[in-house]
T-cell receptor, first 115, second 109 residues
Framework: ETGVTQTPRHLVMGMTNKKSLKCEQH?????MYWYKQSAKKPLELMFV???????ENNSVPSRFSPECPNSSHLFLHLHTLQPEDSALYLC??????????????FGPGTRLTVT | GQNIDQPTEMTATEGAIVQINCTYQ??????LFWYQQHAGEAPTFLSY??LDGLEEKGRFSSFLSRSKGYSYLLLKELQMKDSASYLC??????????WGAGTKLIIKP
């Protein structure tokens, strides 16, 4: 595997379900991100992890819970979602700090539909 | 607040040239990125500008004017495969990316 991978690619879940999205980066980067992408809207940054520590939480509802067990893996745990949470969820990674380019590399995304 | 503006949609003809504009107002500036996103796929990096001027990379060029809060992406010799959304993003003083909503580019034969 190369780059940034995400599973599953598509997910349909009911409002009472619990599911998790997985992201893995094979680039040796030190920062990972979760974004939400809705049609015709800017990418919304949800969470940032730098060296496994959460550094940003942009007022995301508690029904979204991130987990970063190591610098290569990132999870987004979902529970009691709402229909408006239906969107494309993108994971990205980058190399931050001295010598880092800050360029973000994206995974293919998980298309989430909440019914 | 922080704001990135770019046109919602543009149409151009195969073989022609198109310029996609981006204006920004952000808290600090640590560079401007352009990404390409084909439908149903991940955004992919195109260019990065941190100093004023034009950066050329094959058929694609990106221009920056920090004093005007303005950038453009220039695509030459358009091909059908260039049909995609083009995302402008600015890195603010906290090294966070502020994203525009993207410009959907439609290429016609």
């Amino acid at each position: 595997e190369t780059g940034v991978t995400q599973t599953p690619r598509h997910l349909v879940m009911g409002m009472t379900n619990k599911k998790s999205l997985k992201c893995e980066q094979h680039l040796g980067h030190n920062a990972m991100y979760w974004y939400k992408q809705s049609a015709k809207k800017p990418l919304e940054l949800m969470f940032v992890y730098n060296f496994k520590e959460q550094t940003e939480n942009n007022s995301v509802p508690s029904r979204f819970s991130p987990e970063c067990p190591n610098s290569s893996h990132l999870f987004l745990h979902l529970h009691t979602l709402q229909p408006e949470d239906s969107a494309l969820y993108l994971c990205a990674s980058s190399q931050e700090g001295t010598g880092g380019s800050y360029e973000q590399y994206f995974g293919p995304g998980t298309r989430l539909t909440v019914t | 607040g922080q704001n990135i503006d770019q046109p919602t949609e543009m149409t151009a003809t195969e073989g022609a040239i198109v310029q996609i504009n981006c204006t920004y107002q952000t808290s600090g500036f640590n560079g401007l990125f352009w990404y390409q996103q084909h439908a149903g796929e991940a955004p992919t990096f195109l260019s990065y500008n941190v100093l004023d001027g034009l950066e050329e990379k094959g058929r694609f060029s990106s221009f920056l004017s920090r004093s005007k809060g303005y950038s453009y992406l220039l695509l030459k010799e358009l091909q059908m495969k260039d049909s995609a959304s083009y995302l402008c993003a600015v890195m603010d003083s906290n090294y966070q990316l502020i994203w525009g909503a993207g410009t959907k580019l439609i290429i016609k034969p």
